[in-house]
């Protein structure tokens, strides 16, 4: 299997065939062409990039430290057992080798385990106390903008999952970005139209340190469940994806705009009616359940 650009041995055979220096060439073009198009940021922006350890979010910010951008990362450690930490590790051996600032949040230290969470699913907890804190880190430092590494099966799995649910309000937001306003930072996701393959690849390709572990928790939760399923009907009917994603891009949905309060807590927005936003009210359930 030879690369189309040059004779060399291809590394990746869809969606194109590339060697690895063509392949590199080509990951780091699409991306700059994403930034450019959804004017997701410049040169110009403070960008925080949040990183896991894994995979997408390690090739986002090697391949944007590639491209010459200033950021900074923020990594949120959750407390997950056998996971967090080796992440952790991984991360700083990243941006150290970029020579980069990363800023680290342990989720503990605000009261609140997800590996506690016991009656609701621990992923819907988790989702929530991470888009809480990457918000408020990045507005409370004057963060222009942050760049999470949602990737194009995610988006699309993300969108069957609120399809089932009718979640209208979630699908309206689900764009490559969401304009800041208030005490809300701009959220760009520059991996968009990357599967997790290209990131792999991408990733092994730069021989970057990236953490092979997958959370504990993701195994068998329905986002998970639901991607297998869309894996396999990419497979099948190839171009699903992208089709999908483009379709997320065009539909505008008319529904009422939610009423945003200020949490009579922390003060960050919430369309919460009794103005008590899910994080504090994550925190107050952790400090009743456990007063030790
Ligand atoms: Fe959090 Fe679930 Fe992702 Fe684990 S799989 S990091 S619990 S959202
Ligand atoms: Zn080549
Ligand atoms: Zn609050």
Known sequence: MKCVKCNKKAIISYPVRFCKEHFIEYYLKKLERTIKKWKMFDKEDKILVAVSGGKDSSSLAYALHLLGYDFEGLYIDLGIPNYSEPCEKKVKELFGIMNKKL?????????????????????????????????????????????????????????????????????????????????????????????????????????????????????????????????????EFRGLFNQTIKFLEKIEIKIPQEEIYECKICGYPTSSKNKICSFCKLREYFAKKYKT
């Open 103 to 235: 800023n680290i949040i342990r989720v503990s230290d605000y009261g609140v385990r997800v590996e506690r969470v016991r009656n609701r699913p621990k992923c819907s907890v988790c989702g929530t106390i991470k888009r809480y804190l990457m918000n408020r880190f990045a507005y409370e430092n004057g963060f222009t903008v942050l760049a999470t590494a949602h990737t194009m099966p995610d988006e699309v799995s993300f969108f069957f999952m609120n399809l089932r649910s009718g979640n209208l309000q979630a699908i309206a937001k689900q764009k490559p970005i969401l304009e800041g306003f208030g005490k809300l930072v701009k959220k760009v996701k520059p991996l968009i139209y990357f599967t997790e393959k290209e990131n792999l690849v991408f990733a092994l390709a730069n021989n970057i340190p990236f953490c092979h572990l997958e959370c504990p928790y993701s195994k068998g939760n329905p986002q998970s469940r639901i991607k297998i399923k869309l894996y396999e009907l990419e497979k």
